[in-house]
């Protein structure tokens, strides 16, 4: 059976770089967060529920999710949230099993789901073989996210406070990348993690 492989970590942790590596090894990739964003994009499959759930100001004239709209009011209003994820998780799913079986059907060496919040899901935890945690302190965090978007320091303390601990998510990992050095550090420990999945796969034993 094909090695199913959970890949998660903190806001700016270093996920995408790591699936990005990990493709250009021969790795399907599934990343939810852009699936999150496909059905939440003009005529994406969750405008409809959305709009009829929470009102049409929630659409933005492009006829996609107002995402700082949306964000405000989930972070304020928990039952809010879950009435988004009533709508987006099943839809989510569906997208990402698709995914995984045409992947599959190409002749993939093992999938990768990227999760930001994985760890968050018990269903995900279940789901998965092995779990990838990408690892660096919360001071690189946020400096890098602060780096890549136009989000304050406050803000980016704000949603790294709303995630998991770097703790819990670290005890949960089968494997952790730590992303405190350069990219080519980052690379050689991709590498590592890639030849040991498929030594696992075909068998034979690994070093670690
Ligand atoms: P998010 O949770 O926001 O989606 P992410 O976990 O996918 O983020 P990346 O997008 O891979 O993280 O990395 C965040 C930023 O930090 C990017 O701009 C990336 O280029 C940069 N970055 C990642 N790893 C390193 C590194 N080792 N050295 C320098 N910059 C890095």
Redesign the pocket.
Known sequence: QLPLIGLT?G???????VSTLLSQLGAGIVDT?LIAHQITAPHGKAIALIKKEFGPHFIDPNGALDRAKMRALVFEDPHSREILERITHPLIREETISQAWNLAKDGCAYIVFVV?LLIESKAWLELIDHLVV?DCPEEIQIS??M??SNLTRPEVVRILNAQVSREERLSHADTILQ?N???EE?SNQVHLFHQKILDSAKGLPTSS
């Open positions: 970590g806001i700016g942790s270093g996920k995408t770089t967060d930001p990408v890098r996210v780096q890549r992303n050095g350069n990219f980052l």
